[in-house]
């Protein structure tokens, strides 16, 4: 039998050109299919029509078609059909349903729309242009055999590479990659790594510059204190690697991916070369965010709004059920305000290590009172969740019912800090926790390979919501503390009594953004602990106590000012919405405190966020959140 030529009108739609592979297969077929089309005459052809139920056509060129019962053809110019005696038609359009196979010679292209599948069965090669997008559904397995390697390029313009035999996909649970040189990732937004022994390494991104600053003025074998990051966490081999190189011992930690050691500024040069090392921060002394010196946020009428309340299965909201940690100098749980729902109490001990050997931070749980010296960390605890017991109701925090958990980082070094992270990222979820408040900053510039912000996006993302303060070091630009600079975090700037931005709040710039939102600091009544109680103690002496509190309220309560004292109002909260919505997520919660804050019309928004927070539309805003 002799085949068809088919051609193309030098003017035809290149999309036709499935069909020209139908005519093809019909060249192969026998009689007696039945076929819907035009009555047509050929030289020395014989052609039948019965009831359009089949064509028969009998005659040189020997055309037979078998059960094509999918065979159609109308509305298409432009396909045209030339028979060997030469005899010209025009079809319209073609179907086909089960055929037996396709061969395509010189075609320009195929195009198949809405068709169940296509099978390839000895062909030489498949190309395929100008595809959105390849979806194979039910399939066992997609092998590529015998190939000289496929590309792959994305809309962003990211392009991947694999060579011939060097992919199956099997089951859609995973991908095995064989006989590959390398594999190329560019342009992704994020990676999930599980199981691999040996990860990506990518060399050193960061060198405190403050601890260069330092070692350039050390001799190479001075000591210091210093925190290495990886890039993720450190294995046993990367242990030896520090053992061999000289390092005798340090601290590492349960989830962050740090080793903190005491070592000479020679080793410390020769670690930052190794390619698993990400970062290297000096150990440095931190600040809390209070000033010696209540309070505009519509806490109370989220206990008496009679909605949320019946939103609340009839109790009004009041944190209750919700666990809120503070990193600070520590907790004092004998305090008759917060007695009872301190759910755990630990004092870190920042030891850097105990002898020879990587060993982890040491800790003391289990204390009623770890804070026995400061009185910061219980003052910014009352403002989150203090009962008003000893006040008769007076001074309560914004969360009366909300648990507490205290991690005492004592003089708030870093390496104090970095321990109260990791602790949390340890301990956290099996405690409950859903948020933390640090009231501290640091001397430094925002980097998000400090070891801070590594620990605080580690949080965000395990369901933390993470709130710091925005520094007392205003009213200058760019003065934001630099850990309340990282865009998943909320930090929060003060306001005075009347709302006005409070002139020590730290401000971002035009090109540095601010904080998150601002809440009252100034002149706000808080726990006194039952130590020596330095916070109190100040304010006591510069008479601002006095000024605002009786004498008995003055041996349980004292006055503070700063934007220590304004990012617990926030905390506590968070503490309220989720009381009223378990589900939100911490992207969630920041974006309802932006939205439902109070604009401040008179301030920038580097100066003061999204305005003034309003705590009663934040937590109704939250019932209506998506579930």
Not at 303 to 308: N, R
Request: aromatic content about 4%; proline content about 4%; charged content about 15%.
């Amino acid at each position: 039998m002799k085949a068809l030529c088919l051609r193309f009108r030098k003017n035809a739609r290149r999309s036709i050109s499935l069909a020209l592979l139908v005519l093809l297969a019909i060249a192969s077929a026998t009689p007696g299919n039945r076929a819907i089309g035009k009555e047509s005459s050929m030289p020395g052809v014989a052609t039948t029509l019965a009831h359009a139920d089949g064509i028969t056509a009998t005659g040189a060129d020997g055309i037979g078609i078998n059960q094509a019962l999918g065979l159609s053809a109308f509305s298409l110019s432009g396909l045209t059909i030339i028979g060997s005696d030469g005899r010209t038609y025009r079809a319209n359009s073609i179907f086909i349903n089960q055929p037996n196979g396709i061969v395509a010679t010189g075609a320009d292209g195929i195009v198949a729309t809405g068709a169940d599948g296509i099978v390839a069965t000895g062909a030489d090669g498949l190309s395929i242009a100008s595809l959105s997008g390849i979806t194979a559904t039910g399939a066992d397995g997609v092998t590529i055999a015998g190939a000289s390697g496929i590309v792959a390029t994305g809309a962003d313009g990211a392009v991947f590479s694999i060579t011939s035999n060097g992919l199956t996909i099997i089951g859609a649970t995973g991908i095995v990659a064989t006989g590959a040189d390398g594999v190329t990732l560019t342009g992704l937004t994020g990676l999930n790594l599980t199981g691999i022994v040996q990860a990506l390494q990518f060399g050193l991104r960061t060198f405190d510059p403050e601890l260069r600053s330092l070692l350039d003025r050390l001799t190479d074998d001075s000591n210091v204190s210093a925190v290495v990051v990886y890039h993720r966490t450190p294995t046993e081999t990367d242990l030896a690697t520090l053992r061999q190189m000289g390092v005798l011992g340090g601290t590492r930690y349960r989830v962050l991916p740090a080793v903190s050691m005491t070592t000479t500024k020679r080793l410390l040069n020769q670690i930052s070369l190794l390619p698993a090392v990400r970062a290297i921060y000096g150990n440095r002394t931190l600040r809390f965010t209070a000033e010696p010196g209540n309070g505009l946020t519509g806490t109370e009428r989220v206990k008496t709004d009679s909605f949320l309340t019946a939103q609340n299965s009839g109790r009004a909201i009041t944190g209750r059920g919700v666990t809120v940690a503070v990193l600070d100098t520590g907790l004092d749980g004998t305090h008759a305000d917060i007695s009872g729902r301190v759910a755990h109490n630990v004092k870190l001990l920042g030891t850097l290590g105990i002898g020879v050997g990587f060993s982890y931070p040491p800790s003391i749980a289990g204390l009623s009172n770890t804070d026995l010296i400061s009185g910061h960390g219980t003052f910014v605890g009352g403002i989150i969740a203090g009962k008003g017991t000893r006040s008769n109701g007076r001074y309560t925090g914004i969360a009366p019912n909300a648990r507490l958990v205290g991690l005492g980082a004592g003089d708030v070094t870093l390496l104090f800090v970095l321990e109260g992270l990791d602790y949390l990222l340890w301990k956290g979820p099996s405690l409950g926790v859903r948020a933390v408040n640090c009231s501290f900053s640091g001397n430094t510039t925002y980097n998000p390979n400090d070891p801070i912000n590594i620990a605080t996006r580690l949080l965000t993302d395990s369901g933390i919501s993470v709130v710091f303060s925005a520094g007392n070091t205003g009213p200058a630009l760019n003065t934001l503390n630099p850990y309340a600079q990282a865009p998943w975090v909320i930090s929060v700037g003060a306001t005075n009594e009347l709302g006005r931005l409070a002139n020590f709040s730290s401000r971002g710039s035009f090109s540095i953004p601010g904080p998150t939102l601002v809440a009252p600091g100034v002149n706000v009544v808080s726990l006194r602990a039952s130590g020596i109680g330095l916070t109190g103690l100040l304010n006591l002496g510069l008479g601002g106590d006095l000024g605002r509190l009786s004498l008995l309220d003055i041996l349980s309560y004292t006055v503070g000012s700063g934007t220590s004292f304004s990012a617990p109002q926030v905390t506590g909260t968070i503490a309220l919405m989720l009381e009223a919505n378990p589900l939100l997520t911490p992207a969630q919660v920041r974006d309802i405190l932006q939205r439902t804050a109070t604009p401040i019309p008179s301030n920038y928004s580097y100066e003061v966020g999204a305005g003034m927070l309003n705590a009663h539309a934040a937590v109704v805003e939250s019932i209506y959140a998506r579930r």
